[in-house]
């Protein structure tokens, strides 16, 4: 069996299913920071006092992996501050006073697109970056040689608990879909479209292949996935809908795929159309704190505070607020946190529902290596990083760990294996920044 048939059986707990999907109010102030992508932060353009409009540009992409960043309210910037992103790093963050006004900037239209290259710059200028967590800008994806794609996979696995906001893109966005898929025909001469869902999403799986009946001039197959988390991991899905193996150093198009989340693809329908570019997001707000949960239209740089109030408030003191699903989400310190690019989900746990079981020696079951979907030994990796062996780490391989947690889920020892990956990614990371900066 392929170690990428691997994976764990988690609850669902989606409580925003079938739940209206409503627009927020206008927040008071949003706060934008300058990184909410892979790659080098965006350079404020904008001052104190400036007055900006949804749309305006306030962040410059800084170099090729990049992104822009625009304002999502109308209003005034009234401060410029250092924000802690949730890796640790220090970032700029514009906040802008709403005058509630939702003005839009009188630049917005449509992109001419008529060429392949036009159809990158439009993505790029469009602040689009994967939406489905990764956050690496999207137009870096689609600036390859046409001729090297054989398949664009669109993800529409949704197999972390509670989140449900990409299924709710393919049950309301089929225009935007659409029109995004005929410009990646017509400038990039796409011809196979596979759309991966899990075979327990019916409503989402008849969205798609619905979709597929508009495209006649474009084959587009919904692969049914097993409902087994992970499923949305990148070579993961490429695997599992063309038999393809993404190796390690390898990219997606290495293998003749290129993998797009649905909402990215229905972003990028949107902006070509109307020209706004990336300034709000659907967000599944959930977790046993929220009184109602709900998918909510949010503009990005608004607080988690803003969203739980929109969403009735919380019933009880959070034992602990995610960004995105309880398996790969990241942990924030309190409710001033705010919605970013490429936040999915925001969580309010209870007690209960965060409760960590005590952790006790590893009795070297194996589980964790049985699980993980990229072969890798968990409880290996962990005595490596006891040791700070990063030679013994590089061997095992943990820079190709995707940090899906099944390892941590399974270990009846509740060792916090993840936890050891990231930070022994984390360490040759700075082992090689270092070395970089010694020669
Ligand atoms: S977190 Fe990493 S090591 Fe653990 S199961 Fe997932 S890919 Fe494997
Ligand atoms: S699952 Fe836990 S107890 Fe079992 S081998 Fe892995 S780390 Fe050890």
Same mark, same amino acid.
């Given at each position: 069996m392929s170690t990428y048939l691997r994976g764990i059986r988690t609850p669902h707990r989606k409580g925003?299913?079938?739940k209206p999907v409503l627009r927020m109010d206008v927040p008071?102030?949003?706060?934008?920071?300058m990184s909410m992508? %892979?790659?080098?932060?965006?350079?404020?353009?904008?001052?104190?006092?400036?007055?900006?409009?949804?749309?305006?540009k306030i962040g410059e992409a800084d170099g090729y992996i990049s992104s822009p960043v625009f304002s999502s309210v109308s209003g005034k910037v009234v401060k410029l501050i250092e924000h802690r992103l949730i890796t640790g790093a220090a970032t700029t963050a514009v906040v802008i006073e709403s005058d509630g006004e939702m003005a839009v900037?009188?630049? %917005?239209a449509p992109p001419v697109v008529n060429s392949k290259e036009d159809l990158v710059a439009a993505i790029k200028a469009s602040g689009i970056v994967g939406l489905g967590g990764a956050g690496f800008p999207t137009f870096v994806k689609l600036d390859v040689d046409p001729a090297r794609i054989d398949y664009l996979i669109i993800n529409g696995a949704e197999c972390e608990p509670y989140v449900t906001s990409d299924t709710v893109t393919m049950l309301t966005r089929a225009d935007d879909m659409l029109y995004a898929l005929r410009a990646l025909r017509r400038h990039l001469? %796409?011809?196979?479209?596979?759309?991966g869902v899990e075979n327990n999403n019916r409503q989402g799986a008849d969205a798609m292949a619905a979709l597929g009946q508009m495209m006649d001039d474009l084959?587009?197959?919904?692969?049914?996935?097993?409902?087994?988390?992970p499923q949305g991991g990148e070579k993961v899905l490429i695997y599992h809908t063309t038999g393809r193996k993404v190796m390690n150093n390898q990219l997606p198009i290495d293998q003749g795929c290129v993998v797009l989340n649905c909402t990215t693809l229905a972003a990028i329908g949107a902006y070509l159309q109307t020209g706004m570019p990336l300034v709000e997001k659907c967000v599944s707000v959930d977790g046993g704190a929220v009184r109602l949960p709900r998918n909510v239209i949010a503009p990005i740089g608004a607080s988690f505070q803003d969203l739980f109030d929109f969403c009735g408030g919380l019933t009880t003191e959070p034992a602990k607020m995610i960004y995105g699903g309880p398996m790969m989400g990241i942990t924030v310190p309190d409710a001033t946190a705010p919605i970013l690019k490429n936040t999915n989900a925001i969580l309010a746990l209870t007690k209960k529902e965060a409760r960590l079981p005590k952790t006790t020696a590893c009795i070297r079951c194996g589980a964790c290596v049985n699980t993980c979907p990229f072969g890798l030994e968990p409880a290996t990796i962990a005595a490596a990083y006891?040791?700070?062996? %990063?030679?013994?780490?590089?061997?095992?391989?943990v820079l190709s760990c995707m940090e899906c947690g099944c390892c941590s889920f399974v270990c009846p020892a509740n060792r916090p294996l993840v936890q050891m990956n990231k930070l022994s990614k984390q360490l040759i990371r700075d082992e090689a920044r270092k070395e970089g900066g010694n020669k």
């Open positions: 925003t299913k079938k008071a102030t949003v706060t934008i920071p992508h %892979i790659g080098k932060p965006a350079t404020p353009i904008v001052k104190v006092g400036d007055l900006v409009r949804v749309g305006t900037d009188e630049s %917005i001469g %796409i011809q196979n479209v596979i759309v084959s587009i197959k919904v692969h049914s996935l097993p409902a087994i988390y006891d040791k700070k062996d %990063i030679d013994a780490l590089k061997d095992l391989q």
